[in-house]
């Protein structure tokens, strides 16, 4: 058992899956407690099928993935600031969002032939194959991203709790959301290479999501969806590695990991709710 | 002394803490505050007095700087609203606040003191004391690490009075503050009310509740989008008035006072 999760340590590729997920457990941490506060999943959904159309263009043109997942990114938010102030609602901006930019993914996409392999890499990711250059990327992202909570952390809470009154207080709340915007499109664009297209959500959120059930406090908030995000990546990792050499057995590795953050978040959430239930038959009974 | 400076002094007390002249305001064109006019001294109490839609919110946003007007002016404290933002405290109503929301009773006090405390720097402890006193003078201190959303609706509101506390505002804009609030609430909201007055904070409600009106304001403004009334409460609260305010059918005369029966 012990030496199954020491096992990927010894390899190199291994090694460098794990600080990528650290990394992005980190940004999860970080930018996915803010996500969850604001109620924003939404926005990273958006964000997500955005970087599509970009990424698609960065193949025909071959230039680089992340220079047009940025690029989706950017168009994507600012999409949705336009369509903010045109007071379009909300649900509805993001369908139109996302449709728009499937279709456009879709119709370049479609210009080209014999990109499938590289193409399912980049709806699941490959974490395993993650470049040291790409690990410097991340971790600037996950540095800034850090620099610009430090700025506006607070601020950021008091606008996810109480919106009316930050507005009263003076906070030019268009440009707080722009700077929580460009956070998500951030982390998105820096988890996509390695656990894909349909995965970044799940990646971003689910430990985030599974520390706000867990406790009452924005402040360990963070550090408890970044432990938990780095123990599931550190687990699903092994497991895919285990799997697939010992058993033979193909296990893509993001998957594994997004697979047991949600068991994580499932298990916590049954376990609420039975302590809860019992709490409040104690309290009956008294 | 430059006049658009932030007011950091007391100011002498029959300077009035806000003065609306003709104010109007209107939202894609269609006007929703007309002709609004009056003035409120530091140390009383504005009830804003009208049916839902008859501009009470657009014009506490007005107050705040938040709505640019289409004629008049407003002065708050001597100064333009913007400037005088950080002298005002605005008190939403605690039941649009989200009751699952990861914040203490504590934290809640302490954003009051965001603006003093700046981007980047996290509330030192002078921050603290001043909100643990403000807590103390809502009788919630020993509430302070309890979760904002465990409180009844009007510990909550409580709470939302302290924050202001905690701001050392001058003038107090309150949204609907008795609204779902129970009796021994409403009995400790209405006296730190008038401890803040005495102390020479000025206070706009808005209400729909004419005996809170009664209870807490000296002055009230009629709004129906344009000013039916302003001015003392015995002046402005004649059946007459508020038969013009809320539609003639809406308006009863009960045991010698008037009731509003629909909103």
Known sequence: MFDIVLAPLRVAYMRRALAECVLLSMLGGMVGVHVVLRRLAFLTDAVQHAVLPGIAIAFVTGTSLLAGAALGALAAVVALVVLGWAHVDRDAAQAVIIATFVAVAVVIVSRRRGYQADLTALLFGRVLTVRRDELVQTAIVVVVSALVLAVTHKELVLLAFDRPSAIAFGYRVDVLDAVLYALVAASVVAAVRSVGTVLVVAFLVTPAATARVMIDRVGPMFVLAALLGTIASWIGLAVSYDASINHGMRLAAGATVVLLMTLVFVVVVATRSIVGRRRHVLVAAS | ?263
């Not at chain 2, 405290?89 to 954003?111: K, R």
């Not at chain 2, 506390?165 to 129970?182: C, K, M, T, W, Y």
């Not at chain 2, 005996?211 to 004649?238: E, K, M, P």
């Not at chain 2, 009960?254 to 029966?261: D, K, M």
């Open chain 2, 1 to 263: 002394m430059n006049a658009d400076a932030p007011p950091t002094t007391r100011p002498d007390t029959d300077a009035p803490a806000l003065r609306l002249q003709l104010v109007h305001a209107a939202y894609d064109r269609t006007p929703v505050l007309e002709g609004v006019t009056g003035s409120l001294l530091p140390g009383r109490s504005l009830a804003l007095i009208g049916p839902n839609g008859a501009g009470k919110s657009t014009l506490i946003k007005a107050i705040l700087g938040l709505v640019p007007l289409t004629g008049g002016s407003i002065e708050v404290l001597g100064h333009r609203p913007e400037v005088a933002r950080s002298d005002v405290a605005y008190v939403p109503q605690a039941d649009i606040l989200d009751s699952t929301f990861p914040v203490s009773v504590l934290d809640v006090v302490l954003m009051g003191r965001y603006r003093a405390i700046g981007w980047l720097r996290r509330p030192r402890l002078a921050d603290r004391q001043r909100a643990r006193a403000a807590l103390d003078a809502v009788g919630l201190a020993d509430l302070a690490a309890r979760r904002f959303g465990l409180l009844s609706g009007g510990q909550r509101q409580r709470v939302l009075l302290a924050r202001a506390i905690a701001q050392q505002a001058r003038l107090l804009l309150l949204d609907e503050p008795f609204n779902g609030v129970d009796a021994t609430s409403t009995e400790l909201i209405l006296s730190i009310l008038s401890r803040l007055r005495a102390d020479g904070v000025a206070v706009v409600m808005s209400t729909h509740d004419l005996s809170i009106a009664h209870l807490a304001c000296d002055d009230a403004c009629l709004l129906n989008r344009r000013q039916v009334a302003f001015g003392s409460l015995d002046s402005a609260l004649t059946p007459e008035l508020l038969r013009e305010t809320y539609g003639p059918s809406a308006v009863q005369l009960v045991a010698g006072s008037s009731i509003v029966t629909t909103d």
